[in-house]
């Protein structure tokens, strides 16, 4: 167990504790919305009828009546198999659906493991921010939201607890204008006195802003230009590391094919002051900024990788969650989520992507979030090319 504050915290205990918390949150949320839907007969179609044959035996073995009555595991399936009609009723799009399935896999782990078990800080932070984020979705008691909060926080804490890369050293360069953002600033820059307040950090690397937007023009992913709006941000980093990195929106209507689904884009603009190596980056290795089918936003979760052979410059490779945590030696998940993400997973879990590419990390954001795209393009490009330099 970990112990935080002198306080020795068993995590394992307090997710199930809050699992059970959950059951009747639920069983009040489904009661609320599916109550009498369709007919005196909701009961019979609503709930029984979408339980597994066990849990349907259950239910006439105990004569159980209520959705109170059910167990989590059972209210958890009457969610899944009624959501559309809850999405439509209450607002729960694919990315609740999807927290609402991780908790099954959750309850299944936890009920099957060994008395002795720890849950690791990494796993109880995810699995508690989970929880935290379904209650949300479902509107429970605050006073549930607030404890399953307070764990998560722990949790957290405790994450951030292992050894960290030191904080970048105080700088002050000399002032140089920020370049377009229809120009490339391959040259070293020194950066600007005032790079506002920190919004965020990313191991090492520390995101501020954001700076005044400016009109400008980019090309899109389907080769064509188009008016956006650049939000500019900067990223230090320790040894003089600066970065200048926009947030382009575009302006024009959704067009067809590739320009139909893309929103904008986040890349670096210019190194600043950082050294010619980093010349690589600039204007480079774009990130893609896509809507999706619930009305957020989502990026892919891309590492930037340099090439073996001299002289070539850095690619981009898919890893899994756990490879970039290895790489990077932080969790992403929980860096991601404080910066603001909704949801990280696999585009299969968080986005219901059954393409090739469904095995990709990715997150989803709100569409006013200006600074979740921005430490999702820090995670995987600065980052990695940092600690593989």
């Not at 105080?170 to 229809?182: D, I, L, N, S, V």
């Not at 490339?184 to 790079?195: C, G, I, L």
């Not at 892919?300 to 890893?319: I, N, T, W, Y």
């Amino acid at each position: 167990a970990e112990v935080l504050d002198g306080t020795q915290l068993n995590m394992e205990d307090r997710a199930q504790a809050h699992l059970r918390s959950l059951a009747g949150q639920l069983a009040g949320f489904l009661h609320t919305h599916l109550n009498g839907r369709g007919g005196d007969d909701w009961w019979d179609t609503r709930v029984v009828q979408q339980l597994t044959y066990g849990q349907q035996g259950q239910v006439r073995s105990r004569g159980i009546t209520t959705l109170a009555g059910l167990d989590l595991a059972a209210l958890l399936r009457v969610y899944d198999r009624n959501w559309s009609e809850l999405d439509h009723l209450a607002g729960q799009p694919n990315e609740v659906r999807t927290l609402a399935r991780q908790l099954m896999d959750l309850r299944h782990a936890l009920a099957h493991q060994g008395t002795d078990h720890e849950l690791p800080p990494a796993d109880a932070y995810r699995h508690l921010d989970t929880l935290h984020r379904f209650l949300q979705a479902i509107a429970a008691d605050p006073a549930v939201l607030a404890e399953v909060g307070a764990d998560r926080d722990k949790a957290l804490a405790a994450l951030a607890g292992k050894p960290a890369a030191a904080p970048a050293p105080p700088e002050q360069p000399a002032p140089e204008p920020a370049p377009k953002a229809t120009k490339p600033e391959p040259s070293t820059k020194a950066a600007p006195p005032d790079a506002g307040p920190e919004a965020c950090r990313v191991g090492p690397l520390a995101i501020h802003g954001p700076g005044e937007s400016e009109e400008t023009q980019i090309r899109s992913f389907g080769d064509k230009v188009v008016p956006a709006t650049a939000i500019p941000w900067q990223v230090r980093g320790p040894g003089g590391l600066a970065f200048l990195v926009k947030v382009l929106l575009i302006d024009d209507e959704p067009g067809e094919g590739e320009e139909a689904s893309e929103f904008g884009q986040v890349f670096c603009e210019s190194r600043l002051s950082s050294p010619v190596e980093w010349d690589q980056v600039v204007r480079r290795l774009r990130v893609g900024i896509r809507p999706t089918e619930s009305g957020h936003l989502t990026v892919d979760l891309r590492a930037a990788m340099p090439k073996p052979e001299p002289g070539q410059r850095a690619g981009r490779k898919v890893l899994s969650l756990q490879q970039l945590e290895e790489l990077l030696e932080l969790y992403p998940a929980a860096v991601l989520q404080q910066a603001g993400a909704l949801a990280v997973g696999t585009r299969q879990e968080v986005l219901q992507d059954q393409s090739k590419n469904r095995g990709w990390p990715c997150i989803t954001f709100e569409r006013n979030d200006l600074l979740t795209p921005v430490a999702a393009f820090v995670l995987t490009t600065l980052l990695p090319l940092l600690k593989q330099d």
